[in-house]
């Protein structure tokens, strides 16, 4: 059974940085079509970056482009967000999602994953 494990989440000043992690239990690799996504309480789920199986297209939503970076190590079958230049307004909660086919393409749209981690709490304090 394919798990997504995400960590990295807390709280952390404005203008700070933090590193999320996605790791993939229960496959061989992690070289899926791989997003973050956020959502908060009562709202829906937002899409925030994007990678690609192969590691070479990355997507990024209008709200955290040049401040989001996402990367992949396969060797260590995970992936990163890393969030630098933090706001109050980045505060919720982060997920990973993974697509159901080897070397697929990184989508925004969240209904193009098949699998889900529990989440992540990231908290930006002004």
């Known amino acids: 059974q394919v798990q997504l494990a995400e960590s990295g989440g807390g709280t952390v000043q404005a203008g700070g940085s933090l590193r999320l992690s996605c790791t993939g239990r229960g496959r061989t690799s992690m070289s899926y079509g791989t997003g973050w996504f956020r959502q908060a309480p009562g709202k829906e789920r937002i899409f925030v970056a994007a990678?690609?199986?192969?590691?070479?297209?990355?997507l990024y939503g209008d709200s955290v482009k040049g401040r989001f970076t996402i990367t992949r190590e396969d060797a260590k079958k995970t992936v990163y967000l890393e969030m630098n230049s933090l706001k109050p307004e980045d505060t919720t909660v982060y997920y990973c999602?993974?697509?159901?086919?080897?070397?697929?393409?990184?989508?925004?749209?969240?209904?193009?994953?098949?699998?889900w981690g529990q989440g992540t709490q990231v908290t930006v304090s002004s």
């Open positions: 990678i690609s199986g192969g590691g070479a297209e990355t």
């Open positions: 999602a993974s697509r159901s086919a080897l070397y697929s393409d990184a989508s925004i749209y969240a209904h193009s994953y098949t699998y």
